[in-house]
């Protein structure tokens, strides 16, 4: 007897070999146009490429614009960004450039920058952007500029008009609440990310809400980026936290049109291409604005292990006296082995520090890297990694260790409080 699979494997067969080949033609390259202008900077930019359609032949040669997949911008369009709300100011219309010109613009392919301080946006009013490509094809959109009085970012009992003082976040007891008084807006987003120490910050967590608020549990764990990860497969048994204590984070809070919410509400759809909001006319993609303001918080924890608290270092490295403060925080309460994060604070080899810092516990040992800049005018980082025993009754020694794992002294340490 022929199970059912059989008789459905000799079915394929038979209906496959029925079938002849078939030829798709070639398509029609789309124009696709990104383009966010945001009143709170200086200058504006415009991306212009093209989708790939089988008429051309891509090779490591090709000019593409960096990114995960092969994108091909088109050079030589003609970019103009019109106020109808202000048709008379000098910055009524615009026009973008490929090389503005200027050491610190990036020229890239693709990319139209404006001039300094145009066009001229207020809250309210309508963009209307027009793309002619040197082939003769036309993308238009518009988008209503949005507009805030204030945006205010609120912890317990404090508050901050944003940007303004550092706010203290307790992951584990805090809420961070952010709203914003709108003039004209749809959507509100809210991004973390971690600065580094020369202050550009790490992509992290982000979030849009159809609202003027949000509200943001300090142990909300982060469910979004993991899934954007390339070292992460499948669904996490835990998902990591989106505010570590022992950490600075910058905050940014902005406020969207309708065109923008469209955008990141929206996506492309496999294989049948639907499923993306598209507000441009001729081409495909987005022409939105939106204003932002950003805060930087400092994230703190209830102290529930032995090893959290603070610790002094003390003694020379190469030279130079050490006095420093560590205030650490650990990712597992009594894990034997477990990720931490710490405040470092004081006098370090390069003069004064006050920067977070990541390390592990393996039990009692810590091992710490403290990467600091090595002068207010430099670009140049230097790194160095601290492993030793700690104790919560008596002072230890940790030996320090440069980027190159030689080792360059050694520090005493010792717990000072929690």
């Known amino acids: 007897m022929m199970r059912r699979g059989g008789v459905l494997a000799v079915a394929l067969v038979a209906t496959a070999?029925?079938?002849?080949?078939?030829?798709?033609?070639?398509?029609?390259?789309?124009?696709?146009?990104?383009?966010?202008?945001?009143?709170?900077?200086?200058?504006?930019?415009?991306?212009?490429?093209?989708?790939?359609?089988?008429?051309?032949?891509?090779?490591?040669?090709?000019?593409?614009?960096p990114g995960d997949a092969p994108q091909l911008?088109?050079?030589?369009?003609?970019?103009?960004?019109?106020?109808?709300?202000?048709?008379?100011?000098?910055?009524?219309?615009?026009?973008f450039t490929e090389n503005p010109g200027v050491p610190d613009i990036p020229?890239?392919?693709?990319v139209y920058w404006s001039p300094v301080g145009c066009p001229t946006m207020a809250a309210g009013d309508t963009l209307e952007l027009l793309v002619t490509t040197s082939d003769g094809r036309v993308v238009s959109g518009v988008s209503e500029v949005p507009g805030?009085?204030?945006?205010?970012?609120?912890?317990?009992s404090d508050s901050v008009v944003v940007p303004g003082p550092m706010l203290e976040l307790n992951r584990d007891v805090d809420t961070l609440k952010v709203s914003a008084a709108v003039l004209a807006g749809r959507t509100l987003q809210l991004e973390v990310r971690r600065p580094d120490v020369l202050g550009v910050s790490v992509p992290g967590f982000w979030f849009v809400v159809d609202s003027t608020a949000i509200t943001v549990p300090g142990d909300l764990p982060d469910i979004i980026s993991v899934f954007f990860s390339d070292t992460v497969s499948g669904i996490p048994d835990e998902f990591p936290p989106v505010f570590a204590a022992g950490r600075y984070y910058s905050v940014t809070v902005a406020l969207g049109d309708d065109r923008y919410f469209d955008f990141v509400r929206s996506g492309n759809?496999?294989?049948?291409?639907?499923?993306?909001?598209?507000?441009?006319?001729?081409?495909?993609g987005v022409f939105g604005s939106l204003v932002a303001a950003t805060n930087q918080v400092r994230?703190?924890?209830?102290?529930?292990?032995?090893?959290?608290?603070?610790?002094?270092?003390?003694?020379t490295l190469l030279g130079v006296p050490v006095d420093a403060q560590l205030e650490l925080y650990v990712a597992t309460a009594e894990a034997d082995s477990t990720g931490l994060s710490s405040f470092v604070t004081g006098q370090w080899l390069h003069g004064l520090i006050d920067e977070s810092a990541d390390g592990t516990f393996r039990g009692d040992t810590l091992e710490l890297v403290i990467v600091q800049r090595e002068s207010a005018v430099s670009d140049s980082v230097s790194a160095y990694l601290l492993v030793g025993p700690t104790s919560s009754s008596a002072a230890t020694t940790l030996t320090v260790y440069d980027s190159e794992l030689r080792v360059v002294g050694g520090l005493a340490v010792e717990r000072v409080g929690t």
Do not use: H, K
């Open 17 to 65: 070999c029925e079938f002849g080949e078939i030829t798709v033609p070639e398509g029609e390259p789309l124009v696709i146009v990104q383009a966010i202008m945001r009143p709170d900077l200086a200058r504006q930019w415009v991306l212009v490429e093209q989708t790939l359609s089988g008429s051309m032949v891509i090779d490591s040669n090709s000019i593409q614009i």
């Open 269 to 284: 759809i496999p294989p049948s291409g639907r499923g993306f909001v598209n507000n441009l006319e001729g081409g495909l």
């Open 299 to 315: 994230i703190v924890g209830n102290v529930d292990d032995d090893r959290e608290g603070r610790y002094q270092l003390s003694g």
């Open 148 to 156: 805030v009085r204030s945006f205010l970012m609120r912890v317990a």
């Open 107 to 110: 020229v890239a392919a693709g």
């Open 73 to 95: 911008p088109l050079i030589g369009a003609t970019v103009t960004v019109t106020n109808r709300s202000d048709p008379a100011d000098p910055c009524g219309v615009t026009t």
